[in-house]
């Protein structure tokens, strides 16, 4: 198990678990990670033999994953598609691996972190979260609703309306 190189990889853990966990000791010293996404919704991003809250401790702390990124990989429902625009031509080429995991073509230069390749929309603002109420039991018809916005396209957004129904009211 010597020099294994883990390049391009997505490990997301939304049960608020560690994203990885690598047990990388002598001998097996020449084992590295880089251009990955790394993502937990918990507290301790990943294990390094020590552990590590952030992308930043980790790179500090194990000289890993030095051009990786720590981002939801915004997974579609259907494959293992993502919608993150940090996943976006931030991964490395590898030598023999020109297509994705549907035999689609890598970018040559700026292949996109994951199994899948991808384009994002220019235009995709969508609701990410409904922040409060948190719970649904009870509640009147004059309760504030706070919701977090995501821009899931490539273009900077501006000054766009928003919109909700209750009910289908």
Not at 29 to 44: A, E, I
Not at 96 to 101: H, K, Q, Y
Not at 153 to 163: I, M
Request: aromatic share 12%; hydrophobic share 35%.
């Amino acid at each position: 198990n010597y020099n294994i190189h883990l390049r391009n990889c997505n490990f997301a853990n939304y049960s608020g678990g560690l994203s990885m966990y690598v047990v990388w000791q002598a001998p097996y010293t020449n084992n590295t990670t880089d251009y990955c996404n790394l993502y937990t919704s918990g507290s301790v991003l990943a294990r390094y033999a020590y552990d590590y809250a952030t992308l930043q401790d980790l790179q500090t702390g194990s000289n890993q994953n030095l051009n990786g990124v720590s981002a939801e990989p915004l997974f579609s429902t259907a494959d293992p598609a993502v919608f993150q625009a940090a996943l976006d031509s931030a991964a490395i080429p590898i030598a023999g691996i020109t297509v994705d995991i549907d035999g689609t073509t890598r970018n040559i230069s700026t292949p996109d972190i994951g199994a899948k390749e991808f384009t994002l929309l220019a235009h995709d603002v969508g609701a990410k979260l409904l922040v409060s109420p948190e719970t649904y039991c009870g509640l009147s018809n004059a309760e504030e609703i706070t919701i977090r916005i995501q821009n899931y396209g490539s273009s900077f957004e501006t000054g766009f309306d928003v919109a909700y129904s209750m009910n289908g009211a």
